[in-house]
């Protein structure tokens, strides 16, 4: 763990545990997706099930599931501590914001809290659900997550607070995405268009597919 402690003690290491934890974030989010599509196949949730079953009963995914929750974790500590050293370094903000930086690069701790209450929010309705509540098994022998999942996209309530997280998302995405590229070096005027290109595209179309899904099973419902 002496490596960790040193990473978290360095300006540079921070920088770059910060980098490493948000793009295995952003490659969770990409898989994540994938598997939630399949809530709207409208075979009434069958093989939605068989998805969640599987990431549920094998053992490697279960690796990196407790993986992801550290990550996430060392996501956040690493981000409380930059914000910090970065408000100790100029106790007075500027009286007018640079111009090259973006609402969302400066406001990156907020959009981050916001995410985190919109996680515990969705891990209570639904990974607590699914190890502690009382879920119905299918015929084929898998819970039957889909009636969790469309008991809560039922809810006005929930379905808003959903899309209004995922549009918090997309702006920390537009930045972090960016920014985790260019702690790596590869901010080169033949690559950084790029690098741009796809950030903002994976910025905008991950949580707006992530919205659709609870839109579309209200609408629906």
């Known amino acids: 763990m002496s490596w960790l402690i040193d990473s978290l003690t360095s300006s540079l290491g921070r920088k770059v545990l910060m980098a490493l934890t948000g793009l295995f974030l952003i490659l969770f989010l990409a898989v994540h997706l994938s598997g939630n599509l399949q809530l709207l196949k409208g075979d009434e949730g069958r093989q939605f099930n068989i998805y969640a079953e599987f990431m549920t009963s094998n053992p490697l995914i279960k690796v990196i599931s407790i993986g992801n929750f550290f990550f996430i974790l060392l996501h956040i500590v690493t981000s409380v501590i930059l914000n910090r050293r970065n408000k100790k370094a100029r106790p007075v903000g500027y009286a007018v914001s640079p111009t090259q930086s973006t609402w969302a690069s400066r406001n990156m701790g907020v959009l981050g809290f916001l995410i985190l209450i919109f996680l515990i929010i969705h891990l209570k309705g639904f990974w607590y659900e699914m190890k502690f509540g009382s879920v119905e098994t299918t015929d084929y022998d898998a819970k039957d997550l889909y009636a969790v999942v469309k008991a809560a996209y039922s809810q006005l309530w929930y379905v808003a607070i959903y899309v209004v997280s995922m549009a918090v998302l997309a702006f920390h995405l537009s930045h972090g995405f ?41 609408l629906n419902s």
């Open 178 to 218: 960016q920014s985790a590229f260019q702690t790596f070096g590869l901010n080169h005027i033949k690559y950084s268009p790029i690098i741009k290109f796809v950030g903002a595209a994976f910025a905008i179309v991950v949580p707006a597919l992530f919205a659709l899904i609870p839109i579309w099973m209200f």
